[in-house]
């Protein structure tokens, strides 16, 4: 699947949902750096069973090497990605940016 959202973002083949552009711009994210951070990014949590298509959750750097989790999805039809959300991880809530803290 991250093939596919690389190729589309590469190809400009992108839509940003509204709360994608609202916590990109509340934690001051630009859209060349959460491409950065997919395109060197991996998949740490894939959601098959999202509608109307599987999501997942991509884990990469920016160009000053701080973190940024991206939620994309990927339509088949279209060859478009979605960006569904995107923040900068919290490290309470995060092992290594990659693995969620058990919580009590």
């Known amino acids: 699947m991250i093939n596919n959202i690389i190729l589309a973002i590469k190809a400009n083949q992108v839509i940003i949902s509204r709360h994608a552009k609202e916590e990109a711009e509340a934690d ?12 060197d990014g991996d998949i740490i949590e894939f959601y098959e069973d999202d509608k109307p ?31 569904i959300t995107v923040y900068r ?10 693995t969620r803290r058990q919580t009590n």
């Open 28 to 39: 001051s994210l630009k859209l060349d750096e959460i491409f950065i951070s997919v395109i």
């Open 53 to 83: 298509y599987p999501s997942c959750l991509i884990y990469g750097n920016n160009q000053h090497q701080e973190p940024i989790h991206s939620v994309w999805a990927y339509n088949k039809d279209t060859g478009y990605a979605v960006l």
């Open 89 to 98: 991880p919290n490290p309470n809530k995060w092992i290594n940016w990659r």
